[in-house]
């Protein structure tokens, strides 16, 4: 079976600026996360989606960022304005069914951002 | 709270020795645990998991990992390292029911000659 995809694998662009990051998760998978993963560090959950809801968004800057997965399949992340600090992979993760602390997530290749 | 301790952030190891990689959890509720794999630009990758089913985890490409309660600890072994297990490799805890993965911050594993 396919895996997540994600697009585009590298992006660079100038602080200020606009960026947005997709996803395509695992055909059949409820459960759609976003991390975010800065150099030397574990990856820290952005958002989660169950379906097309939101179920966690704790740790997403919502001044800049924003995140959507319209008819709960594809998903997109925007950062406006980027800052510098926002330099990372963002991965984008996804797993069958939702509520199970052992449920298995699959990994994308990442977006690798670099904000100048 | 959970979270998770990975020490070393860095483990070389020669082709043919044994790999440890240490993690140690803090849950206060029965912990679900987690090690994933990352090759240089790719994604992350299920090595194995813990639920509580048995408490020696074989995972793929001959990793294994052994809960221990008492100790607080989950670490990843592997009899004889190969040239291709260099990577990064991270602990991860989910404690809750929202599947929501805790990360430690890695462990990057150098395989020499």
């Known amino acids: 079976e396919a895996g997540v995809a994600q697009s585009p694998r590298y992006k660079i662009i100038e602080k200020r600026q606009s960026v947005a990051f997709w996803c395509n998760p695992i055909s059949g998978h409820a459960t759609l996360y976003w991390y975010q993963q800065i150099l030397g560090q574990g990856p820290k959950l952005l958002i989660q989606?169950?379906?097309?809801?939101?179920?966690?968004d704790s740790q997403l800057p919502k001044d800049r960022f924003s995140a959507e997965r319209l008819k709960g399949v594809d998903s997109t992340l925007k950062i406006q304005p980027a800052k510098l600090e926002d330099s990372a992979v963002y991965l984008c993760?996804?797993?069958?069914?939702?509520?199970?602390?052992?449920?298995?997530?699959?990994f994308g290749p990442g977006t690798r951002l670099l904000v100048l | 709270a959970q979270s998770v301790t990975q020490l070393g952030s860095h483990v070389s190891v020669s082709e043919g020795a044994l790999v440890l990689l240490r993690c140690n959890y803090s849950s206060s509720v029965p912990p679900y645990l987690f090690w994933y794999v990352q090759y240089p630009n790719q994604g992350l990758q299920l090595l194995l998991k813990y639920t509580s089913a048995a408490t020696l985890v074989k995972g793929i490409n001959g990793f294994e990992a052994e809960f221990k309660k008492s100790e607080t600890s989950f670490h990843l072994t592997k009899p004889s390292a190969h040239m291709s297990d260099a990577a990064e490799y991270f602990c991860?805890?989910?404690?809750?029911?929202?599947?929501?993965?805790?990360f430690g911050t890695g462990t990057r594993l150098q395989v020499t000659l």
């Open positions: 989606f169950q379906n097309n809801g939101v179920v966690d």
């Open positions: 993760a996804s797993s069958l069914a939702f509520g199970y602390s052992q449920e298995t997530q699959y």
């Open positions: 991860a805890v989910n404690t809750g029911t929202a599947s929501k993965l805790t």
